[in-house]
């Protein structure tokens, strides 16, 4: 697969893992505790898990697994008020796969689909908007997260309904952004990050400015990378560069996917679509400021929490919980209370254990290893 | 977050709705291009465009020319260490 | 009611080619025929009546056509010495068959009916021989689907020299299923010597599977439209026991052997490793996917080792036979490009490790819930 596997090349690999290693060992040297690197994106963390890279990092290297899950730091109330949408008789809820086991206070949408809710998965949302088309007697709701990414693919097929005059479509709208939520963890005063792998997919919608406060105001370096294991390699070489030389930029490591304006065509539909909540309440993090859009009031024929009557639930995450300070990178999924007792990928209690991009589950699924290596040493 | 892949464009299904056909290792399917479509790039000159897909949208043209520097890089840092190493072996032989 | 059976052999087509009963009252009530593409499946057809009774000889039977199953009994009859002849014990297995669409690029219902059943004997060593046939019909169903998918039973139940020897038709209201369920058992006679358990894997032993991975899963999910994807890929749906006969004449002391059907390659490793205290360390860059699958897998964020195969067995042999069971498995179609993807080892008990083609490693879990798509 073109621009795929030569990413993926094993024998660069073993020649950056020692370049990386040698690197780090300098830049670690007087510190009293390994680098700590964040990922913000959850398609990274997957990327590590997958290969394993986890594992092939030098121990001066530790990778924290951030926010960029938005199927986890989904609210719980949320979930009950998309439950409660998919309930009305006349609606048919729509959504990602990965949305679909996200657990409400009582159930997921799975299960309001085998108690009979008509709830179907989708790949695009403009496979809901052909539901749309093929049932005009019914209500198709299609239940939109991601961050910036996914926000201009919902933005243009609501413009296309408006286009097509489709009055059935709506979206129960749970878009995120990524950058005030990077500042919450920035702003958090037991903070132990030294840089970032910055969101590819997202810096490929947004552009690298966006990021620059996180150099300017905060001193840490940024590096945006591609979602290949070595992209990834080479981000965390170059952060460790950056910190060698004391230097803290955005530097762009995914050139062939993002331009440094962004997209232009893809940010405009988003500008004409959604606007700014004030606050938005992620699971694990609480309430950040204009973290989460909402449809407009001009397209307000097309907005769910407008169309039908809402119940607008908060429910406190589970006390247990330690998501928050995995998240900030303050504590180890390993090290959580609850992780692989009472909070697991198939009673998740957390948000982090319910995706499997989310940074618990894939420590659980894929992880797991530090407690072999030292058994496997013992015995060869 | 945003899972992505990169296919290229066989076919242009709709120039007026801007949908085309993308292949990803012979696995098709129908997307939507505004994105990647402006005044400089109309949607008929779109075809055989590398792209990447994120939920039945083509997000971005992919840079042919900075995908090339970056392996590029990779591969030069990596002939480097391997040069470094190769030093440092022979270095070990004759002290 | 049990065992297909005839009720009056007496009853006749009418000239109109409709069928017509007299019940109790003298009236004439009317009983679909069973032939023509446009007539479909009712009530009556598993009433046990003569509706039935034509369904039975007109599709099934003639579809299956064999001298046990032509007898028409309430059950079919086995001799035994011809079963001792053969080995040393009885392998009987049950599977039911629900799937959704009930054609798919590869198959359909019926091949998988016949084939699961007789890939679930051939693992534990036992040569197929006698398969009983189960249907639950939705109303309203056509009688050509059914008939394809008799059709295509009896061609799969060939290629493994099986006969489907007894069976039950229920015919239940629109709605109360799913078009056609399928259920299907089997009976087998193992070999003597022949000793196949999820518990024998050992260290040093090696695993070996007979070709890609994930082509049924990805097929389905491909055929059911809703994901609109298009590709040429194709259910691997296919019978296993010629390969598992020829696995065991080189190398009779096979200590592993499973199909891997639902949950895929990653689950029936991790029930071996499970149930022999083992470790199975994988490589990845040695198991064989398809470029179209791992296009499906990429674009929907799937794992192929998750995906379901419908054709495909996972081997632990020892260490010395492995290249004669590659061998013999190379020779035949189903097993051409058969691979030798791991290796077993002591520790980490139960568990499953991967080395990634990108060098690292990784633990490959039990499947928690279905795969689903993952898009953000």
């Known amino acids: 697969m073109k621009y795929v596997d030569e990413f993926r090349d094993p024998e660069q690999a073993r020649k950056w893992l020692e370049k990386i290693s040698a690197l780090a060992k300098q ?75 996200v657990p409400g206070s009582l159930k997921s949408l799975l299960q309001a689909k085998a108690e009979g809710a008509d709830v179907r998965m989708v790949y695009s949302p403009t496979d809901a908007l052909s539901i749309a088309r093929k049932h005009p ?47 919450a963890i920035l702003d958090s005063p037991d903070l132990q990050l030294d840089g970032f792998l910055g969101p590819g997919h997202v810096s490929m919608i947004i552009g690298q400015h966006p990021y620059l406060f996180i150099a300017d105001e905060h001193k840490k370096p940024l590096v945006i990378a591609g979602f290949e294991p070595l ?52 699971r694990g993090l609480g309430s950040i400021e204009r973290s989460g859009v909402r449809v407009r009031e001009g397209y307000a024929l097309y907005d769910a929490e407008r169309k039908f009557s809402i119940p607008n639930l908060k429910i406190a995450d589970p006390k247990s919980c330690q998501c928050g300070e995995v998240l900030r ?14 909070c697991t990928p198939e009673t998740p209690l957390g948000a982090l254990m319910v995706s499997t991009e989310g940074a618990c589950a894939a420590y659980y699924s894929y992880g797991r290893m530090d407690s072999f290596e030292s058994k496997r040493e013992t015995t060869t | ?27 098709k399917r129908e997307v939507n291009i505004v994105c990647i479509v402006d005044d400089e790039h109309p949607p ?47 270095e070990k032989e004759n002290p | 009611m049990e065992g297909w059976i005839l009720l009056n052999p007496k009853e006749k087509q009418q000239p109109d080619g409709n069928v017509y009963r007299m019940n109790s009252r003298n009236a004439k009530s009317f009983v679909p025929p069973v032939t023509g593409k446009s007539q479909t499946i009712s009530l009556a057809h598993g009433s046990g ?32 010495k011809e079963l001792t002849s053969l080995g040393d014990r009885l392998a009987f297995t049950t599977d039911s068959y629900v799937v959704d669409p009930l054609f798919f690029p590869g198959g359909d219902i019926g091949t998988l009916a016949v084939n699961g059943t007789v890939n679930d004997l051939a693992v534990g060593g036992a040569e197929p021989l006698y398969l009983s046939c189960g249907f639950i019909l939705e109303e309203g169903l056509t009688v050509e689907t059914l008939r394809l998918i008799t059709g295509s039973m009896k061609k799969e139940a060939d290629k493994s020299h099986v006969s489907i020897v007894t069976g039950d038709t229920k015919v239940v209201h629109r709605g109360a299923a799913d078009k056609l369920f399928i259920n299907t058992s089997g009976i087998g006679v193992i070999p003597r010597g022949v000793n196949i358990a999820a518990t024998r894997a050992e260290p040093g032993d090696m695993v070996l599977i007979n070709g890609f991975i994930g082509d049924h899963g990805a097929a389905i999910l491909e055929a059911r439209g809703d994901l609109s994807l298009k590709s040429s890929i194709e259910s691997d749906c296919q019978p296993l026991s010629k390969m598992v006969q020829a696995m065991l004449d080189v190398c009779p002391d096979i200590h592993c052997l499973r199909d891997a059907t639902r949950g895929g390659i990653a689950t029936v490793l991790n029930e071996f490793a499970l149930c022999s205290n083992v470790c199975i360390r994988l490589d ?42 590659l061998e013999a498995m190379r020779l035949l179609p189903e097993g051409q490009y058969s691979a030798v993807i791991g290796e077993v080892v002591e520790v980490p008990e139960k568990r499953v490790l991967l080395k990634t083609s990108f060098g690292g490693e990784r633990i490959v879990d039990m499947m928690v819930g279905d795969q689903l798509p993952r898009i953000c």
């Not at chain 1, 930029?249 to 940010?267: D, M």
């Not at chain 2, 296919?7 to 696995?27: C, R, S």
């Not at chain 3, 009774?53 to 079919?76: C, G, H, T, W, Y």
């Open chain 1, 27 to 101: 830049v670690q040297a007087g510190k009293d505790r390994p680098l700590h690197i964040m990922e913000v994106c959850g398609g990274h963390t997957h990327t590590i898990f997958r290969y394993g890279i986890k594992q092939m990092l030098p121990p001066e290297i530790e990778l924290v697994h951030g926010p960029g899950c938005p199927v986890c730091v989904l609210p719980m109330g949320r979930v009950d008020d998309c439950l409660a949408l998919a309930e009305h008789p006349e609606v048919i809820l729509t959504t990602f796969g990965d949305a679909m086991r």
């Open chain 1, 137 to 183: 007697d019914k209500e198709v709701v299609f239940f939109a997260l991601g961050f910036e990414t996914t926000m201009p693919s919902t933005a243009l097929t609501v413009l296309q309904a408006e286009e097509e005059g489709i009055k059935n479509f709506s979206l129960f709208c749970n878009h995120i952004t990524i950058i005030p939520t990077i500042k």
């Open chain 1, 231 to 282: 992209d990834i390699l080479q981000s965390i070489w170059m952060i460790l560069n950056q910190l060698k030389e004391q230097r803290h930029e955005i530097e762009n490591q995914y050139g062939r996917v993002v331009q440094v304006e962004g997209n232009h065509n893809a940010l405009e539909a988003i500008e004409k679509v959604f606007e700014l909540r004030e606050f938005f309440e992620w």
């Open chain 1, 329 to 342: 990178g303050t504590l180890k999924p390993k090290d959580c209370k609850v992780f692989g007792t009472t």
């Open chain 2, 1 to 27: 977050m945003c899972l992505g892949i990169p296919g290229k464009i066989v076919e242009i299904t709709n120039a007026e709705n801007k949908l085309a056909l993308v292949d990803v290792a012979g696995v």
């Open chain 2, 44 to 90: 008929e000159s779109c075809l055989g465009d590398w792209v990447l897909i994120h939920v039945g949208f083509a997000m971005t043209r992919i840079n042919e020319e900075e995908a090339a520097r970056t392996l590029e890089l990779l591969h030069e840092l990596g002939e480097l260490q391997e040069e470094f190493q190769a030093m440092k072996n022979s």
């Open chain 3, 49 to 80: 009546g003569k509706a039935m009774r034509d369904l039975i000889e007109d599709v099934i039977v003639k579809s299956f056509d064999n001298p046990a199953l032509n007898m028409l009994d309430d059950q079919a009859r086995f001799d035994l």
């Open chain 3, 284 to 325: 990845e860059k040695e198991i064989p996917l398809r470029d179209e699958v791992r296009g499906l897998c990429e674009i929907l964020g799937l794992d192929p080792l998750y995906l379901a195969n419908e054709g495909k067995l996972l081997a632990i042999v020892p260490r010395e036979s492995v290249e004669r069971v």
